[in-house]
C-alpha cells in the first residue's frame, strides 16, 4: 500500500464515505487500480482490528464470569464432598487457586480478544473457558486427595463369650472407602472388661462381585485401656493366623456382623520367653448411617 495513501485513509477514514475517499485520492493524481486495492486492504485492517465497544465488554464479563463460577465451584463441591470440617483448608486452597485464576483469565484474555475481531463472542470465549476449566480440575484434583472425608457416625455392640464374658455397645467412627467397597469402624468405649475400658476397631473392604476371584479383607482389634486402673492382663486382642472370622457384611458395608474365633493377646512375657496368649472369642455389630 502507498504509504501516503494509508496516512490519507487513516487521518479521514473515519470521516468520509468509501467513495468519497476513492474519488479524493484518484483527484490527488493516484492510480484508480491501486487506489481501490489500497481502500480494500486498509478496511480488511480496520476490520481486524476495531471491535464494537459492547462485545467487547460482552467477552470481559463473561471470561471473568467463567473464572470465577470455576471458582465457586471448586469451593462448594470440596464442602459438599468433605464436609463443613474442610472449609479452612477449601478456603485456603480456592485462595491459592485464585492467584492462578487471576493469571488465567489474564492470558486467556488476551487471546481471546485476539480472536474476537474475526472469529466473534462466542467462539472467542472458548479460550477462557477451557483456561477456567483445566485450572478448576486441576486444583480440584490436588485438593480432593489432600482433604480426608470425614467420618460417618455410627454404633458398634461387642459380645465376648466366656470365660472373658462381655456385653456392651457404644457410638462409633465409620470411614467408607477403600477398594470398591469398604469400611473402618472405630468405637469409642464400649465398657469395662476387667476395670478396662474397652473399645473395639475392624475393618472389612469387599471386593467387585463381579471379578474372576472376588475377595475381601477383615482385620479386627479389640482394645483394653492400658492405662486403666483394673487388673493387671492384655492390653489388645487382634487377628492371628488361627483366628477364625465369619463376616456378614451388607453390600455397601455400612452395616455387618462378625464372629470371631481365637482373637489372641499380645505376647505379655519376657523377651525371648514362650507365651501362649489369650484368646477370645464372639461377635461384633457394627451399624454406620
Known amino acids: 500500500m502507498d504509504p501516503a495513501i494509508k496516512r490519507y485513509l487513516d487521518e479521514h477514514g473515519a470521516t468520509y464515505s468509501?467513495?468519497?475517499?476513492?474519488?479524493?485520492?484518484?483527484?490527488?493524481?493516484?492510480?484508480?487500480?491501486?487506489?481501490?486495492?489500497?481502500?480494500?486492504?486498509?478496511?480488511?485492517?480496520?476490520?481486524?482490528?476495531?471491535?464494537?465497544?459492547?462485545?467487547?465488554?460482552?467477552?470481559?464479563?463473561?471470561?471473568?464470569?467463567?473464572?470465577?463460577?470455576?471458582?465457586v465451584a471448586v469451593f462448594l463441591l470440596l464442602v459438599v464432598l468433605k464436609g463443613s470440617t474442610a472449609i479452612g483448608l477449601a478456603l485456603l486452597g480456592c485462595a491459592a487457586l485464585g492467584v492462578a485464576m487471576l493469571i488465567g483469565w489474564a492470558i486467556s484474555t488476551l487471546v481471546g480478544r485476539a480472536l474476537l475481531p474475526r472469529a466473534g463472542v462466542i467462539v472467542a470465549l472458548v479460550v477462557p473457558a477451557i483456561s477456567a476449566f483445566l485450572l478448576a480440575g486441576t486444583c480440584f484434583a490436588l485438593l480432593n486427595t489432600s482433604v480426608s472425608t470425614p467420618p460417618r457416625p455410627g454404633s458398634v455392640q461387642l459380645e465376648i463369650l466366656a470365660p472373658r464374658a462381655f456385653e456392651g455397645s457404644g457410638a462409633a467412627?465409620?470411614?467408607?472407602?477403600?477398594?470398591?467397597?469398604?469400611?473402618?469402624?472405630?468405637?469409642?468405649?464400649?465398657?469395662?472388661?476387667?476395670?478396662?475400658?474397652?473399645?473395639?476397631?475392624?475393618?472389612?473392604?469387599?471386593?467387585?462381585?463381579?471379578?474372576?476371584?472376588?475377595?475381601?479383607?477383615?482385620?479386627?482389634?479389640?482394645?483394653?485401656?492400658?492405662?486403666?486402673?483394673?487388673?493387671?492382663?492384655?492390653?489388645?486382642?487382634?487377628?492371628?493366623?488361627?483366628?477364625?472370622?465369619?463376616?456378614?457384611?451388607?453390600?455397601?458395608?455400612?452395616?455387618?456382623?462378625?464372629?470371631f474365633e481365637g482373637l489372641a493377646s499380645e505376647p505379655s512375657g519376657a523377651p525371648g520367653q514362650p507365651t501362649t496368649p489369650e484368646v477370645i472369642s464372639g461377635s461384633v455389630n457394627w451399624n454406620c448411617e
Open 18 to 71: 468509501r467513495e468519497a475517499l476513492r474519488q479524493s485520492l484518484v483527484d490527488a493524481g493516484h492510480d484508480s487500480d491501486a487506489v481501490d486495492a489500497a481502500i480494500a486492504e486498509w478496511e480488511a485492517q480496520r476490520t481486524g482490528t476495531n471491535v464494537d465497544p459492547e462485545k467487547r465488554r460482552t467477552f470481559g464479563r463473561w471470561a471473568i464470569g467463567l473464572h470465577v463460577a470455576a471458582l
Open 173 to 259: 467412627s465409620c470411614y467408607v472407602g477403600g477398594g470398591s467397597v469398604g469400611v473402618q469402624v472405630n468405637s469409642g468405649p464400649l465398657g469395662t472388661l476387667g476395670g478396662k475400658p474397652l473399645s473395639v476397631s475392624l475393618s472389612w473392604y469387599g471386593d467387585d462381585p463381579n471379578n474372576p476371584a472376588p475377595a475381601s479383607g477383615t482385620s479386627l482389634s479389640v482394645f483394653l485401656d492400658a492405662t486403666g486402673e483394673g487388673e493387671a492382663g492384655p492390653t489388645s486382642f487382634s487377628v492371628i493366623f488361627s483366628t477364625k472370622l465369619v463376616v456378614d457384611a451388607a453390600p455397601d458395608g455400612l452395616t455387618g456382623t462378625i464372629g
